[in-house]
């Protein structure tokens, strides 16, 4: 298999930096997270990961995705009929690694990043991709329909910046 070229507009480019957090801490003895199709994924693109391998940004991007993850896992202890919905879902690999087999999950990206995201996954029964803006509301009917319990989970699109308040 020829290497998978990268591309993508800038801002989606951030997609690959989870994914490189992913992956290396798959390769470590004691890794925050296994995510064997996140090593297979790096291993198959045509991508230069070297001005991240060494940032900061690389394992702040792991620790959160750790976090999500347990949002999602409470969500689905919870819920496990319930419906996921990943935000800006980029190359992520949380439904491979989290699904109870019964939960739905929306996938939701933009076209370049869905364009990539399809030549390593596809939909599934229980699990659909749909190409949107979160601006956009048309895909909001999709996801209605599947009646809740929802959980919405926008790992690196909407950021909130911690802030300390001084009281």
Same mark, same amino acid.
């Given at each position: 298999?020829?290497?998978?070229?990268?591309?993508? %507009?800038?801002?989606?480019?951030?997609?690959?930096?989870?994914?490189?957090?992913?992956?290396?801490?798959?390769?470590? #003895?004691?890794?925050?997270?296994?995510?064997?199709?996140?090593?297979?994924?790096?291993?198959?693109?045509?991508?230069?990961?070297?001005?991240?391998?060494?940032?900061?940004?690389? #394992?702040?991007?792991?620790?959160?995705?750790?976090?999500?993850?347990?949002?999602?896992? #409470?969500?689905? #202890?919870?819920?496990?009929? %319930?419906?996921?919905?990943?935000?800006?879902? %980029?190359?992520?690999?949380?439904?491979?690694?989290?699904?109870?087999?019964?939960?739905?999950?929306?996938?939701?990206?933009?076209?370049?990043?869905?364009?990539?995201?399809?030549?390593?996954?596809?939909?599934?029964?229980?699990?659909?991709?749909?190409?949107?803006?979160?601006?956009?509301?048309?895909?909001?009917?999709?996801?209605?329909?599947?009646?809740?319990?929802?959980?919405?989970?926008?790992?690196?699109?909407?950021?909130?910046?911690?802030?300390?308040?001084?009281?």
């Amino acid at each position: 298999m020829s290497p998978i070229a990268v591309d993508l %507009g800038p801002v989606q480019e951030t997609l690959l930096i989870p994914l490189l957090g992913r992956a290396a801490e798959t390769q470590k #003895a004691n890794g925050l997270i296994q995510d064997d199709k996140a090593v297979e994924i790096v291993a198959a693109l045509d991508y230069d990961f070297s001005k991240w391998q060494k940032s900061k940004t690389l #394992a702040a991007a792991t620790l959160r995705t750790r976090m999500v993850d347990q949002d999602v896992q #409470a969500f689905l #202890a919870d819920h496990p009929t %319930g419906t996921v919905v990943e935000i800006g879902c %980029g190359l992520n690999t949380r439904f491979e690694r989290l699904d109870n087999g019964q939960a739905r999950w929306f996938d939701l990206d933009l076209p370049d990043s869905l364009a990539l995201r399809r030549r390593f996954f596809q939909d599934e029964p229980r699990r659909i991709m749909l190409e949107a803006s979160v601006l956009d509301t048309d895909w909001m009917e999709t996801v209605a329909a599947t009646g809740g319990p929802w959980c919405f989970i926008s790992e690196a699109v909407i950021i909130r910046p911690y802030r300390k308040l001084n009281r």
